[in-house]
């Protein structure tokens, strides 16, 4: 996770763009965890790490099912 992290800080553009321009995605390798950022100006945000053999159609969006 830490190199995964490293990569991406030192090449933003390294994942590839998912659903909208705004979000990428980066596979960790060796693992079965994407972790889904975007980019923000000078700052990356990392909006979700998650298990890729999970049922993608269970996933909701970060924010969703926070109270």
Not at 21 to 41: C, D, M, N, V
Request: glycine letters at 8%; aromatic letters at 6%; hydrophobic letters at 35%.
């Amino acid at each position: 996770m830490r190199r995964a992290l490293e990569l991406i800080s030192d090449n933003p553009q390294i994942g590839h763009v998912v659903e909208d321009a705004e979000q990428r995605e980066f596979s960790i390798p060796k693992t079965p965890f994407p972790l889904i950022y975007r980019i923000a100006g000078e700052q990356i945000e990392i909006l979700r790490v998650w298990d890729g053999r999970a049922n993608p159609g269970r996933l909701t969006a970060p924010d969703e099912g926070l109270d």
